[in-house]
């Protein structure tokens, strides 16, 4: 595995890259888990060339403190990496990525304008402008997002589109990495307090026994539900759950508004903000 710090360097590495076949972009922050690895390992089966970028992107963090304190491993990272078959692990600094400030606005449209949207203003632009350079920089054949962060996934589309599709480039999205527990995988776990960790699984447990009450519920009354079993826990307090159409993301009033509504939670344990979410079928 071969690590680059330069723009040019990737350029020129992924040049020959290029002319040989396939290649497959994963997108990360680092602190890399099994839900990162996840993707790593599709991407390896579907590409001849793979390429990891590590990169806190400041741009899309709208809190300070949660920027500052967001784990950095890079030296574990590079070895997760080598073990999992990488070929090059991009891994720019801010002045490399951002030579100067970037200014662009997205215009997202309503996939941006609800949940993550409001409640993180800036977010989703920071992450149009981030995951627009490496796909420029780069130029893969398919990247690989998780669909732990759903909403994410709706946002990139449409970034895709509102820059003419970068050469057919295709979005994989893959499935919630999980601990055995059914807390999803985070970076963010590791600042949890061992009291809190017993409690976050209380997440997917309710939004898993969730799916047994919509088939009594209405979606009101199944929304209100997981938020009032997630609130009665200790350390737990629930930001937002709203039930949205899978494509769209827009809300939902009832079952029948969708073919696939999405269940999309965010909650505070502590102060350590996690996310999840649960496909109902109806
Ligand atoms: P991050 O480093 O948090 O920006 O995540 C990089 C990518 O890994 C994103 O596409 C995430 O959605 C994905 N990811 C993070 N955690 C998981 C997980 N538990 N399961 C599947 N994908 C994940």
Redo the contacts with the bound molecule.
Sequence with gaps: MEIIRTVSDLESALGSARAKGSIGLV????ALHE??L??ITRARKENDTVVVSVFVNPTQFNNPTDLATYPRTEEADCALLESAGVDYAFIPSVEEMYPQEDTRVFDLGPVAEVMEGPMRPGHFNGVAQVVSKLFSMTRPTRAY?????YQ?IAVIRRMVELEGGYDGLEIVS?????HDDGL????RNVRLTPDQRMVAPCISITLKSSLVKAREMSLTETRQWVIDTVNRFPFMEVEYYEIVDGITMQPLTDWSDSTIPVGCITAYCGDVRLIDNITYKI
């Design positions: 997108p990360t922050m680092g839900g990162h996840s993707l997002f998780g669909e732990k962060d994410q893959c499935p919630i990495r999980r999803a995988m985070s970076s």
